[in-house]
């Protein structure tokens, strides 16, 4: 993860995404490279050509927020991207960074005490809590019975992308890895000095052609909830909404809990997953003591 030059890199990629009849250009003619030419990019921004090109080399490093707005315009970036684009010109100390190394190793991570007592007091929704990463560091029993990777230890975008049961278990395979690889860009932001990110996206860059072909598209989408459109081999089809909630004094722990809708079939099928994820109580009989 080559994070040298950080704006430049988003610059080219999301520059190559827009058509030129988008922006009101012609669309015909020969293009060598698909979207719009850097000159096109700063004639509509109302810079030259040549401060454009140096932001997309990186020798310029410090442009004004109103110039960026004006390129996330041309760009059509929304409110998330837009913002993103600025975060790449802000400079931070090292040491505020999240993957920093300037001290003694990190501690394991560990969900809280309250946070753990509470998903496992929610025997009808399946819960489970990842950190900035995606690591699962903790599920309740109906979250592991909905997928086994839902379980400590899993780092859950790796499991998307590389276990061939977690896609046939997503019917919506396709634009959950969009948003998982989007949220984990707009995590990223700046800190692309940040070791645990970059074996991430390293190691996934070289598994997965999707992932690689995503994380190229630089597109930027915090986590936020979401339906998942499951198909689960016990108990069949489940539409579920997912809410993702970041805990406080957590160091970017997010908690997620699924709910189906009230009354729905789905809702059924949750019930009756759960109850096959109960634990079984002991039949077994003491003998009785001889009088």
Same mark, same amino acid.
């Given at each position: 993860?080559?994070?040298?030059?950080?704006?430049?890199?988003?610059?080219?990629?999301?520059?190559?995404?827009?058509?030129?009849?988008?922006?009101?250009?012609?669309?015909?003619?020969?293009?060598?490279?698909?979207?719009?030419?850097?000159?096109?990019?700063?004639?509509?921004?109302?810079? *030259?050509?040549?401060?454009?090109?140096?932001?997309?080399?990186?020798?310029?490093?410090?442009?004004?927020?109103?110039?960026?707005?004006?390129?996330?315009?041309?760009?059509?970036?929304?409110?998330?991207?837009?913002?993103?684009?600025?975060?790449?010109?802000?400079?931070?100390?090292?040491?505020?960074?999240?993957? $920093?190394?300037?001290?003694?190793? +990190?501690?394991?991570?560990?969900?809280?005490?309250?946070?753990? +007592?509470?998903?496992?007091?929610?025997?009808?929704?399946?819960?489970?809590?990842?950190?900035?990463?995606?690591?699962?560091?903790?599920?309740?029993?109906?979250?592991?019975?909905?997928?086994?990777?839902?379980?400590?230890?899993?780092?859950?975008?790796?499991?998307?992308?590389?276990?061939?049961?977690?896609?046939?278990?997503?019917?919506?395979?396709?634009?959950?890895?969009?948003?998982?690889?989007?949220?984990? +860009?707009?995590?990223?932001?700046?800190?692309?000095?940040?070791?645990?990110?970059?074996?991430?996206?390293?190691?996934?860059?070289?598994?997965?052609?999707?992932? +690689?072909?995503?994380?190229?598209?630089?597109?930027?989408?915090?986590?936020?909830?979401?339906? *998942?459109?499951?198909?689960?081999?016990?108990?069949?089809?489940?539409?579920?909404?997912?809410?993702?909630?970041? $805990?406080?004094?957590?160091?970017?722990?997010?908690?997620?809990?699924?709910?189906?809708?009230?009354?729905?079939?789905?809702?059924?099928?949750?019930?009756?997953?759960?109850?096959?994820?109960?634990?079984?109580?002991?039949?077994?009989?003491?003998?009785?003591?001889?009088?």
């Amino acid at each position: 993860m080559d994070g040298t030059n950080a704006l430049g890199e988003f610059l080219r990629a999301r520059r190559g995404q827009v058509r030129p009849q988008d922006v009101g250009l012609p669309g015909s003619g020969l293009r060598r490279v698909p979207g719009l030419r850097r000159e096109e990019v700063a004639m509509l921004s109302g810079i *030259s050509s040549d401060y454009y090109l140096r932001l997309e080399q990186g020798r310029d490093r410090n442009p004004s927020a109103q110039v960026l707005q004006a390129i996330a315009g041309v760009l059509r970036l929304d409110a998330d991207a837009t913002s993103y684009l600025l975060s790449l010109t802000r400079d931070r100390p090292r040491d505020a960074r999240p993957g $920093a190394r300037t001290g003694p190793a +990190r501690p394991r991570e560990e969900a809280p005490a309250g946070l753990l +007592r509470l998903i496992d007091g929610w025997p009808r929704n399946p819960a489970y809590i990842q950190n900035r990463y995606t690591d699962c560091l903790a599920a309740n029993a109906l979250a592991t019975a909905l997928t086994p990777s839902y379980r400590p230890g899993v780092n859950l975008l790796r499991a998307v992308f590389l276990d061939p049961a977690e896609r046939a278990l997503r019917r919506d395979w396709d634009e959950l890895t969009v948003e998982g690889v989007a949220a984990l +860009r707009a995590y990223a932001g700046p800190e692309s000095d940040d070791p645990r990110l970059r074996d991430l996206v390293g190691d996934l860059s070289l598994r997965s052609e999707r992932f +690689r072909t995503l994380w190229a598209r630089h597109e930027v989408r915090p986590r936020r909830g979401r339906l *998942s459109r499951l198909s689960h081999p016990q108990v069949g089809d489940l539409d579920l909404h997912s809410e993702k909630l970041t $805990a406080d004094g957590t160091g970017g722990l997010t908690l997620v809990v699924f709910h189906a809708e009230p009354g729905s079939r789905s809702a059924e099928l949750l019930d009756i997953l759960g109850s096959l994820a109960a634990p079984r109580p002991d039949t077994a009989r003491a003998p009785a003591e001889e009088p």
